[in-house]
Nanobody
Framework: QVQLVESGGGLVQPGGSLRLFCAAFGSLLRINAMGWYRQAPGKQRELVARIISGGSADYADSVKGRVTISRDNAQNTVYLQMNSLKPEDTAVYYC??????????????WGQGTQVTVSS
């Protein structure tokens, strides 16, 4: 089994910054991609940013220029640096990983979620 452990959420004022952290633990061969999604009340879960093992990253248009995703392949970790936060960034943020297991098959895993609240 693979587990994703997240940290770094919290309450921040508009214009502030937060850094989210996610680590993958368990029996795996490699992590193909890691990313962050978010879900605000009454809305569908949406992609924030994703990074593949080679380092290429994709960002939602709503966060481009304000958010940077990075990963440490050796440590199976991913970071999300969020700057210039806006109230509309308020949501539960979920870490996601696409993992190649020892069986040779790929599986998707989710973290438990971490709350980010942007408010004055």
């Amino acid at each position: 089994q693979v587990q994703l452990v997240e940290s770094g959420g919290g309450l921040v004022q508009p214009g502030g910054s937060l850094r989210l952290f996610c680590a993958a633990f368990g029996s795996l061969l490699r992590i193909n991609a890691m990313g962050w999604y978010r879900q605000a009340p009454g809305k569908q879960r949406e992609l924030v940013a994703r990074i593949i093992s080679g380092g290429s990253a994709d960002y939602a248009d709503s966060v481009k220029g304000r958010v940077t995703i990075s990963r440490d392949n050796a440590q199976n970790t991913v970071y999300l640096q969020m700057n210039s936060l806006k109230p509309e960034d308020t949501a539960v943020y979920y870490c996601n990983a696409n993992v190649r297991r020892m069986s040779g098959y790929d599986y998707a895993y989710w973290g438990q979620g971490t709350q980010v609240t942007v408010s004055s």
